[in-house]
């Protein structure tokens, strides 16, 4: 058994924890709509079609913010063809994913199914077919209580208050080649600059995202985001991050620690971003929105040819996730919270179906995916302040990372208690962790007052790549550990784990 330390104190805070860390994401992509949150028919559904299973379990998941409406969708949207009497919406051909868009669910339904679920919507504007006038256009139509031609179109809509949309993406990976409307840094940054000017003219408190790079192995990573930010730093308030991993050849262990990439992708986008703010002469620091990321086996999609049809809502990025790939998620999920400080927003894609923790059958039933518990157990348990926590234990070696710590933790802590979230990368060694709690302001041990662990999780299976499904929905699910309970600040954490401490005083 390996042997780790780790010691929690409360002056290491990063930052109060951000509640849009939880955000995810809905793109008009393969069944992530037509299916997953919109079924008219299904037993489940509701006057507006929308299904009552996947609600509840999108409110048990946690989010907060759900960005819309794509993703490679947005570059070739019209948003007029989603609005007003279904029966006289066109059929477009979605050039993005090769499907056909009936364009049944629009804005205005889908703002109404965030306010059902109690989300933030955060829209995307098309910068790729379209352009300025059109994302005003948009925003005018959402925003504006009434009195303009879009605002009172809306009305006529059915929706007589406005959508008070606060956060916009300024388009959607520009740098990549898949990209309808593709352009260079310096092409993108210009009509982002002039979009953003003249979104700001209708309303100065918008909060929008410029493109940065849609990943970090693109060639362009790094220049991008410094010519972007030349162009818009005045503009904008975050530049967005992409990313997304897979277990490549067998390497499970290079696989468990490849947040240490996303470590590494937002630190070199804080500097760049820095050191363009820096060169302007301005105050000003630029946030990320890390609004695409996930576990994605994108070598499977590109294997694929694309078919001569024109399908509605086709079965698409479909994976189904297991052990191993929760424990990555779960890890990536620590990156994103040790980064509060600079990571304003995230949005795990997607929401359902679509590389997803919610799984649906059409017209059945819907379940959780592996993936689904990380995000859920921090949603519900991250609170007050993150804390930056840096265990004392063996690293591996890596192929693609170098050595690499067995451990990765986050911590955060409100008023009454803290939580660790900690991930055991190791694939087949068991960590025996000790806890040092002695900061956090009351003795340790057992007696009145001591801190102890007061509730231990873990999620792990002897197989690390088992999955659920429809018919086993809790096959990987998280299970007690206590392993505490002979003393009350160590713990053994098993090999390829996702693990949630919370500790409290006795």
Known sequence: MLQAQLTIDPAHRVAPVRRRTFGTFVEHLG??????????????ADEEGFRGDVLALTRELGVSTVRYPGGNFVSGYRWEDGIGPREQRPRRLDLAWHSTETNEIGIDEFIRWTRVAGLEPMMAVNLGTRGVQEAVDLLEYCNIPSGTALSDLRIANGAKDPHDI??????NEMDGPWQIGHKTALEYGRIAAETARAMRMVDPSLELVACGSSGSSMPTFGTWEATVLEETYDLVDHISCHA????????????????????????????????????????????????????????????????????????????????ADAVAFGSLLITLLRHSDRVAAACMAQLVNVIAPIMTEPGGRAWRQTTFHPFAQAARHAKGDVVRVEPVCPTYETAEFGA????????????????????????????ELELDAGALGAGTGTGTGAVRIVEATTLTHEDVYARNTA????????????????????????????????????
């Open 31 to 44: 069944r992530c709509v037509y299916t997953g949150i919109y079924e008219p028919g299904h037993p489940t």
């Open 404 to 431: 690499v710590p067995v451990l990765h933790a986050v911590a955060t802590r409100d008023e009454t208690e803290t939580t660790l979230f900690v991930v055991n990368r190791s694939t087949a060694e068991p960590v």
């Open 166 to 171: 606060r956060m916009w993406c300024l388009g």
């Open 471 to 506: 018919d086993d929905p809790d096959r990987v699910a998280p299970r007690p550990n206590t392993s505490h309970r002979s003393d009350p600040l160590r713990i053994v954490l098993p090999p390829v784990s996702w693990n949630v401490i919370r500790l409290s005083r006795a």
């Open 244 to 323: 997304y991993y897979e277990e490549k050849d067998g390497d499970l262990a290079g696989f468990l620690a490849c947040a240490s990439d996303m470590e590494h992708f937002i630190s070199t986008v804080v500097s760049t971003a820095d050191q363009v703010g820096a060169k302007l002469g301005s105050r000003k620091k630029i946030s990320v929105s890390f609004d695409e990321w996930n576990v994605w086996y994108l070598s499977r999609v590109q294997a694929a040819e694309p078919g001569q049809d024109w399908p509605v809502a086709p079965p698409l990025l479909e994976d189904h996730y297991h052990l």
